[in-house]
Nanobody
Framework: QVQLVESGGGSVQPGGSLRLSCPIV???????IAWFRQAPGKEREAVSA????????DYSKSVKGRFTISRDNVKNTVYLQMNNLKPGDTAVYYC??????????????????????WGQGTQVTVST
């Protein structure tokens, strides 16, 4: 059973930063990894994704320029560095893995339904 366990969430003021982590030991060599988020009363939203070997990334328009996804395939961990956080970023953030042996990052990365494994989420709260 694959387990993804996110960490690094918390409460920050607007303009602050957080770094989320997602250990991916069980899927490190054969998956692309994405971060999604879900705010209360809203649908799950794609945030960012990174290809299997880490050389391709993509971001939603709402976070581009503020968030950075990275992947350490030695430590088998994916990170989401979140800077200049805004109240609208408040949500539960989820790590997800899609089994895939290709090297590119398909445009469908933002579709939650295609992912094979999900973490339980970590809360991020941005408020004064």
């Amino acid at each position: 059973q694959v387990q993804l366990v996110e960490s690094g969430g918390g409460s920050v003021q607007p303009g602050g930063s957080l770094r989320l982590s997602c250990p991916i030991v069980q899927v490190s060599s054969n998956s692309w990894i994405a971060w999604f988020r879900q705010a209360p009363g809203k649908e799950r939203e794609a945030v960012s994704a990174i290809s299997r070997n880490g050389d391709r990334t993509d971001y939603s328009k709402s976070v581009k320029g503020r968030f950075t996804i990275s992947r350490d395939n030695v430590k088998n961990t994916v990170y989401l560095q979140m800077n200049n956080l805004k109240p609208g970023d408040t949500a539960v953030y989820y790590c997800a893995a899609k089994l895939y042996l290709g090297e590119h990052l398909p445009p469908s990365w933002d579709r939650a339904s295609i992912y094979d494994y999900w973490g339980q989420g970590t809360q991020v709260t941005v408020s004064t």
